[in-house]
T-cell receptor
Framework: QKEVEQNSGPLSVPEGAIASLNCTYS??????FFWYRQYSGKSPELIMF??SNGDKEDGRFTAQLNKASQYVSLLIRDSQPSDSATYLC???????????WGLGTSLAVNP | SQTIHQWPATLVQPVGSPLSLECTVEGTSNPNLYWYRQAAGRGLQLLFYSVGIGQISSEVPQNLSASRPQDRQFILSSKKLLLSDSGFYLC??????????????FGAGSRLTVL
């Protein structure tokens, strides 16, 4: 059974701090890794994806991938109250149309 | 640019009634199309996906069905709803034949409550 695990949270950080969200996966053949943000009552929206080991930066967001340890993380710098949401990690192997989703981590950024 | 439309946004249906949710994509051709369900406290569950007109793959056996009558139209249906069908239904699309990251873009979702 292929799995993606995330700490459900809630993760609470003060405004301006760095939020660190982690995700581990079981399928060593996984090749693409995604972070989605989902506000309460809304649909998920893509933040970024990564498929090479190392870091990928996009504005205040940095995705980090370590395939040897089978984890992917998302760092949010200078966290804002508007970042308060559930963050979903998803993993796919090759060109597989089926993503394996984590249950999400709830993030609360306190003013 | 591509846009995805999904409707209705919310609906409340009695047990045993039929269901039809519709999704359309604009600005792209021959997309992969998906129906997901997100139940309270549970993760995203893939229900159906389609790589072309009339081509539907079912992921979970249940009383739901999907159809793709046109290239950019995807419909989720049920003849008789169960209480367990309640949830947040999400349509999504991705590019065909994209050998890199298979990025999904979601519609706004349809929240179904079965009473």
């Amino acid at each position: 059974q292929k799995e993606v695990e995330q700490n459900s949270g809630p993760l609470s950080v003060p405004e301006g701090a760095i939020a660190s969200l982690n995700c581990t996966y079981s399928d060593r053949g996984s090749q693409s890794f995604f972070w989605y943000r989902q506000y309460s009552g809304k649909s998920p929206e893509l933040i970024m994806f990564i498929y090479s080991n190392g870091d990928k930066e996009d504005g205040r967001f940095t995705a980090q991938l370590n395939k040897a340890s089978q984890y992917v993380s998302l760092l949010i710098r200078d966290s804002q109250p508007s970042d308060s949401a559930t963050y979903l990690c998803a993993v796919s192997a090759g060109n597989n149309r089926k993503l394996i989703w984590g249950l999400g981590t709830s993030l609360a950024v306190n003013p | 640019s591509q846009t995805i439309h999904q409707w209705p946004a919310t609906l409340v249906q009695p047990v045993g009634s039929p269901l039809s949710l519709e999704c359309t994509v604009e600005g792209t051709s021959n997309p992969n199309l998906y129906w997901y369900r997100q139940a309270a406290g549970r993760g995203l569950q893939l229900l159906f996906y389609s790589v072309g007109i009339g081509q539907i793959s079912s992921e979970v056996p249940q009383n739901l069905s999907a159809s793709r009558p046109q290239d950019r139209q995807f419909i989720l249906s049920s003849k008789k709803l169960l209480l367990s069908d309640s949830g947040f239904y999400l349509c999504a699309w991705s590019l065909q034949g994209f050998s890199g990251a298979n990025v999904l873009t979601f519609g706004a979702g349809s929240r179904l409550t079965v009473l």
